[in-house]
C-alpha cells in the first residue's frame, strides 16, 4: 500500500487501541473482586508489566513478519492453518465485543448529561450504535484520514485522563482516611473466603481488559513506515505512556472517593471529576469523554478488517473480503462485516459485564498462541539478526511471562463463570471444524 504511518502516528495507534473506555470503568469492577487494596493496585502493576513484556514480544514478532494483516500471517505461518482461521474468528469477535463493550461505557458517561430521559440499556446501545456508523463512514475514506481522525480522538481522550490525575493536587477533595481504613479492613474481613492469589486472579480479569489491545498492531505490518524500527519503538513508547497514566489514575481514585466506595460505582471517572470540579464539570468531561471513546473505536475499524483481508488473501475467506476499493485502498467488504458484528453483538449483549469475562476468555486463546509464534520465528529468521530488526533482551523470559500470565487469568475466568470458558472452547472447536469443512467444499469444487 501507497499510504504510511508514522511512529507519532503508529504511536498513536498502540495508544488508542489500548485506552479505549476501560480505565473509566473497569477500575471499580477490579477494585469490587479485589479483597484489599493490596490485590487491588497488584493487579494494576502486574497488568502493566505483563503489557510491557507482551509488546516486546509482539515488537519482535512484528519486526520478524512484517506484513498486512500479521496478526494471521503470523498464526499461519507457524501453526495448521485450520487453528489460524479457529483462533482468529474467535479474535475478531472478541474484538467486536471490545469495540462494543467500550462503547457502552461511553454512551453510560454521556447518559450522565441527560438525566431526565432516564437512559435504559436500549438507548445507550442505539448511541454507541451511531458512533459505530460515524467512524466506520471515516474509515470508508481510507487510511490516512482515520489516522488523522486518531490522532485528533486520541489528544482529547489524553487531556480526559490527565484532567483526571489533576484531581490529585487537590488534598481538600480527599477521601477520610480514617474511612478508608475503616472500608479496607471491612472489606478484607467481608471476602475471607476468597485467597489473595484467587482475588488477584479474579481482578486481572478487568486488568487485561484495560491493558489488552496492544497485539492489534502488528496488523498494520508494512503499513509503517521503516517497520523494522518504527514498530517497536510505536509500541515500547505507548505501553510505557500507558502504564503511568493508568497508575497515576488509579492511585487518583483510591485516594479521591476510597477503596470501598469504588466498588459500588459504574461511571466511576464521573464521580470523582464531581467532587473535584462540581457538576458542571462532572458534564463537561463527559461529553468531552464520550468524544474519547471514538478513538477506540475508530482504531479497531482500521486494524481488524486487516485480518480478514490476510485471511482472504490465504484463501479461507472469500476472495471479496481482500478487495480494495479506488485510491484510497479501503477494505470495504472486510471492514462493513466487522462493523456490523459490533453491532450485533452490541445490541445482543447490551450491558458491559455480560462481555467482559467471555471477550478476555477469547483473547487469553489468542493471547498465548500468538506470542508462542516467536519461538519458531527466532528459530527460522537467525539470517535477520545483526540487519536492524528489534531483538528482545531477557529472552525467553518475557514471552513465557507473558503467556503464563494469560493462562492463570483464563483458569480465573473458568473457575469463576465455567459456562463462559465452555462456551469459548466450543467456539474455537465450532470455527476449527467450519475451516474443515469449507476447505473439503473448496477442494471438492476444484475438482469438478
Known amino acids: 500500500m501507497k499510504q504510511k504511518l508514522n511512529l507519532f502516528s ?3 495507534i498502540v495508544v488508542g487501541v489500548v485506552i479505549g473506555m476501560g480505565i473509566f470503568r473497569t477500575a471499580a469492577t477490579s477494585a469490587k473482586d479485589a479483597i484489599a487494596p493490596s490485590v487491588y493496585f497488584a493487579a494494576w502493576i502486574i497488568g502493566g508489566l505483563v503489557a510491557l513484556c507482551g509488546a516486546l514480544t509482539y515488537a519482535e514478532i512484528g519486526s520478524r513478519y512484517p506484513v498486512t494483516g500479521g496478526y494471521y500471517k503470523v498464526f499461519s505461518y507457524a501453526y495448521h492453518p485450520s487453528i489460524a482461521f479457529g483462533i482468529n474468528c474467535i479474535i475478531l469477535i472478541s474484538n467486536a465485543a471490545s469495540l462494543s463493550g467500550v462503547a457502552l461505557i461511553g454512551s453510560g458517561y454521556i447518559a450522565k448529561l441527560f438525566p431526565q430521559l432516564q437512559w435504559n440499556d436500549t438507548d445507550k446501545a442505539l448511541l454507541s450504535c451511531a458512533a459505530i456508523f460515524v467512524f466506520y463512514g471515516i474509515n470508508l475514506m481510507g487510511l490516512r484520514m482515520s489516522s488523522k481522525a486518531q490522532n485528533i480522538l486520541m489528544l482529547i481522550k489524553m487531556g480526559m485522563i490527565v484532567v483526571l490525575i489533576s484531581a490529585l493536587f487537590f488534598p481538600h477533595h480527599y ?5 478508608i481504613i475503616a472500608q479496607v479492613a471491612a472489606t478484607t474481613n467481608t471476602a475471607s473466603n476468597m485467597s489473595w492469589i484467587q482475588s488477584l486472579g479474579v481482578s486481572l480479569i478487568a486488568v487485561s481488559f484495560t491493558y489488552g489491545g496492544y497485539q492489534q498492531t502488528i496488523n498494520f505490518g508494512n503499513e509503517v513506515d521503516k517497520p523494522a ?6 509500541i515500547f513508547i505507548g505501553i510505557g505512556i500507558i502504564i503511568a497514566l493508568y497508575l497515576l489514575v488509579n492511585l487518583s481514585y483510591y485516594i479521591i472517593i476510597g477503596f470501598n466506595n469504588m466498588k459500588n460505582e459504574h461511571e466511576i471517572a464521573y464521580v470523582v471529576i464531581n467532587k473535584v470540579f462540581g457538576s458542571r464539570g462532572a458534564d463537561i468531561f463527559s461529553f468531552f469523554l464520550f468524544f474519547g471513546v471514538l478513538a477506540y473505536v475508530n482504531a479497531l ?3 481488524n478488517p486487516r485480518v480478514m483481508y490476510a485471511m482472504s488473501t490465504e484463501g479461507v475467506l472469500p476472495k ?6 479506488g485510491k484510497n485502498e479501503v477494505l470495504t467488504a472486510s471492514l462493513t462485516v466487522f462493523a456490523a458484528m459490533c453491532i450485533i453483538i ?5 450491558t458491559f459485564e455480560k462481555i467482559l469475562n467471555f471477550s478476555i476468555f477469547l483473547d487469553c486463546f489468542g493471547m498465548i498462541a500468538s506470542s508462542a509464534t516467536i519461538f519458531k520465528l527466532r528459530k527460522e529468521t537467525k539470517h535477520l539478526d545483526g540487519t536492524g530488526i528489534y531483538k528482545m533482551k531477557l529472552y525467553p523470559l518475557l514471552p513465557l511471562i507473558f503467556m503464563g500470565t494469560y493462562l492463570f487469568v ?3 475466568i473458568a473457575r469463576k463463570d465455567w459456562q463462559t470458558a465452555a462456551t469459548g472452547v466450543v467456539v474455537l472447536s465450532g470455527f476449527i471444524i467450519i475451516y474443515f ?3 473439503n467444499n473448496k477442494k471438492a469444487k476444484a475438482v469438478l
Open 10 to 12: 503508529f504511536t498513536m
Open 175 to 179: 477521601a477520610n482516611q480514617t474511612q
Open 229 to 234: 524500527s518504527n514498530i517497536p519503538k510505536g
Open 301 to 303: 475499524l482500521m486494524s
Open 320 to 325: 471479496i473480503f481482500s478487495k480494495q476499493t
Open 346 to 350: 452490541l445490541f445482543y449483549a447490551q
Open 410 to 412: 483464563g483458569l480465573s
Open 437 to 439: 469443512l469449507f476447505m
